[in-house]
């Protein structure tokens, strides 16, 4: 069963930084795109970033542009999304999902991704 599992979720100070994995079962990740989207409540799902199967291309969203890095290390199966310098509107619950190319992923549009993780809360709070 293709399965998509994130991780490293939690509770940060304004200005601190943490950093999401996306983890793969079932399924080889390499051959995959993965982009990462963001959901605060009350508010509707947004793309954040994207990497192509083979992380030679990215994209992020303007409101994390400069902030965020998106890599992967496809030998574990597994995608990353390093959050440096966290503010309040960055609260959400994070999504990794993959999808295979072609893929689309720039501004306000993604489409391709079929296979969602279940989630993973990201509080910034003082």
């Known amino acids: 069963q293709l399965q998509l599992v994130e991780s490293g979720g939690g509770l940060v100070q304004p200005g601190g930084s943490l950093r999401l994995s996306c983890a793969a079962s079932?399924?080889?990740?390499?051959?995959?795109?993965v982009a990462w989207f963001r959901q605060a409540p009350g508010k509707e799902r947004e793309g954040v970033s994207c990497?192509?199967?083979?992380?030679?291309?990215?994209n992020y969203a303007d409101s994390v542009q400069g902030r965020f890095i998106v890599s992967r290390d496809n030998a574990k199966n597994v995608v990353f999304l390093q959050m440096n310098s966290l503010n309040v509107e960055d609260s959400a619950v994070y999504y990794c999902?993959?999808?295979?190319?072609?893929?689309?992923?720039?501004?306000?549009?993604?489409?391709?991704?079929?296979?969602w993780g279940q989630g993973a809360q990201v509080t910034v709070s003082a």
């Open positions: 999902a993959a999808g295979k190319e072609p893929v689309y992923c720039a501004g306000d549009e993604y489409w391709g991704y079929d296979y």
């Open positions: 079932g399924f080889t990740l390499s051959y995959y795109a």
């Open positions: 990497i192509s199967s083979r992380g030679g291309s990215t």
